[in-house]
């Protein structure tokens, strides 16, 4: 890769200005997308050396408002989410023998009802990455329904202690930044660590994504494994037996 003289001065801060230029080239063609009227005043690269000049790392991350819930108390099943809003849940899945991970997750409403699935095989990559991975492509999920009330539900301890309190963290930053301005969008979330009994549904769709293509496949209606988890889920979190 050649890098020109105008890269050339902030050679020595690529490693942290190349994922604030991939992330204002997202922001932007998101505001496109949204049709979010925002005035620019400089190129992306402009304003990416100003954010790591300015040195705003930690507290610009910051800005996203999100609530903590906290961890479930020990509860194990699923349990649905209050009057006005859904519930996102997610989780990740690796494949021993060629260490391939995927992730998947399904968004319902109060009433359990299912709205939107997904699954994505990510490739060979780090845990943290799945873990990330997992929440973004759901929160992306979540923001093409217009939700505007969502209770994200994760297994994972450390992406939970991630996107509650972001910090800059290695190569699974920029991924991480992408989370936190999705979650800054107008909409409250909250997020919640939760029992992986609480997360079977989600785990079946991670699992799905093993054996596809490397493109994130979307359910309006839930796959044929999954339609017998759905109704039980509902059903325990009514206290009534499935079987």
């Known amino acids: 890769m050649t890098v020109s003289s105008k890269f050339a001065a902030n050679a020595a801060h690529w490693p942290l200005l190349f994922p604030y230029i991939l992330w204002n080239l997202w922001k932007r063609r998101n505001d496109t997308m949204f ?45 649905k989410p209050p009057h006005g809003w859904c519930k996102l849940n997610s989780d990740g899945a690796v494949c021993r023998r060629t260490s391939i991970a995927a992730c998947g997750g399904v968004i319902r409403d109060a009433a359990g009802r ?22 973004f492509e759901g929160l992306v999920s979540a923001w093409s329904l217009r939700i505007r009330c969502l209770i994200v539900e994760t297994d994972s301890l450390e992406a939970y202690r991630l996107v509650t309190n972001p910090t800059v963290t290695g190569g699974g930053f920029t991924l991480l930044a992408f989370i936190v301005e999705l979650a800054s969008h107008n909409w409250e979330i909250r997020f919640r660590h939760v029992h992986r009994g609480g ?14 293509d490397l493109i994130v496949h979307r359910f309006l209606d839930p796959p044929l494994d999954c339609s017998g988890l759905v109704v039980e889920d509902a059903a325990v979190a009514d206290g009534v037996s499935p079987f």
């Open 114 to 135: 299912w709205m939107l699935g997904y699954s994505k095989r990510i490739g060979v990559c780090s845990v943290l990455e799945s873990e990330l991975w997992r929440l």
């Open 199 to 212: 997360n079977v549904l989600a785990d079946r769709m991670a699992k799905m994504a093993l054996d596809s």
């Open 35 to 79: 049709q979010v009227c925002r005035e620019y005043r400089d190129s992306i690269y402009a304003h990416s050396v100003g954010m790591v000049a300015l040195g705003i790392c930690d507290s610009g991350l910051s800005r996203a408002v999100v609530v903590d819930l906290g961890t479930d108390g020990g509860v194990v099943g699923w349990q």
